[in-house]
């Protein structure tokens, strides 16, 4: 295996986020109705209460909870919080959307160097945050060597592929 400093594990992308729920039924619609997951197949030889689902190049893997009665239930939205973030088409389609659902969000902007993200943030049925930005426009900007990006996966990917010893130490992100 050829030693790679910038990637010492050879990860090529994120593959799921699995996630502690109380009712798989519930969850599952969240993930299909409003973040446009789909169901996938899983294992048989998985010998728990689960679901898969696909959408937007990762999967989200929804797992009973043995003791759904000990999750945390959170009511505030705290864009500080531990999240997962999707970038979106259009800011303000997004938010219309989440009005006609009557999902409860959150705006938050950040400004860096004349450029502006905004964000929405909301909880999906056991509390876990979901932003949706136009995260895109703020560049990746690595903390040693290199030059400024944009955020996008296909850049980010090009030019992490050409430039293997750049190391990408942090993304500034809420």
């Given amino acids: 295996m050829k030693e790679n400093a910038g990637n010492p594990l050879h990860l090529t992308s994120l593959n799921h986020v699995s996630l502690l ?36 190049g990762i999967g989200i893997h929804l797992l009973r909870s043995s003791e759904p009665e000990k999750l945390p239930k959170k009511t505030e939205i705290n864009p500080k919080d531990n999240h997962i973030s999707f970038q979106c088409e259009s800011m303000s389609a997004v938010e219309k959307k989440l009005e006609e659902m009557e999902i409860e969000y959150v705006r938050a902007i950040v400004e860096e160097g004349g450029i502006q993200v905004d964000q929405l943030f909301f909880h999906d049925p056991d509390g876990f945050m979901i932003e949706i930005c136009n995260c895109d426009s703020l560049p990746v900007v690595p903390l040693i060597g290199g030059m400024a990006r944009s955020c996008s996966r296909v850049k980010l990917h090009q030019m992490v592929q050409p430039q293997q010893q750049t190391q990408i130490h942090q993304v500034v992100h809420p």
Avoid: D, T
Avoid at 24 to 53: C, D, H, T
């Fill in 21 to 56: 729920c109380r009712s798989i039924e519930e969850s599952m619609v969240f993930y299909q109705k409003v973040l446009g997951f789909f169901p996938i197949r899983r294992p048989e030889s998985l010998n728990f209460e689960g679901a898969w689902l696909f959408g937007h």
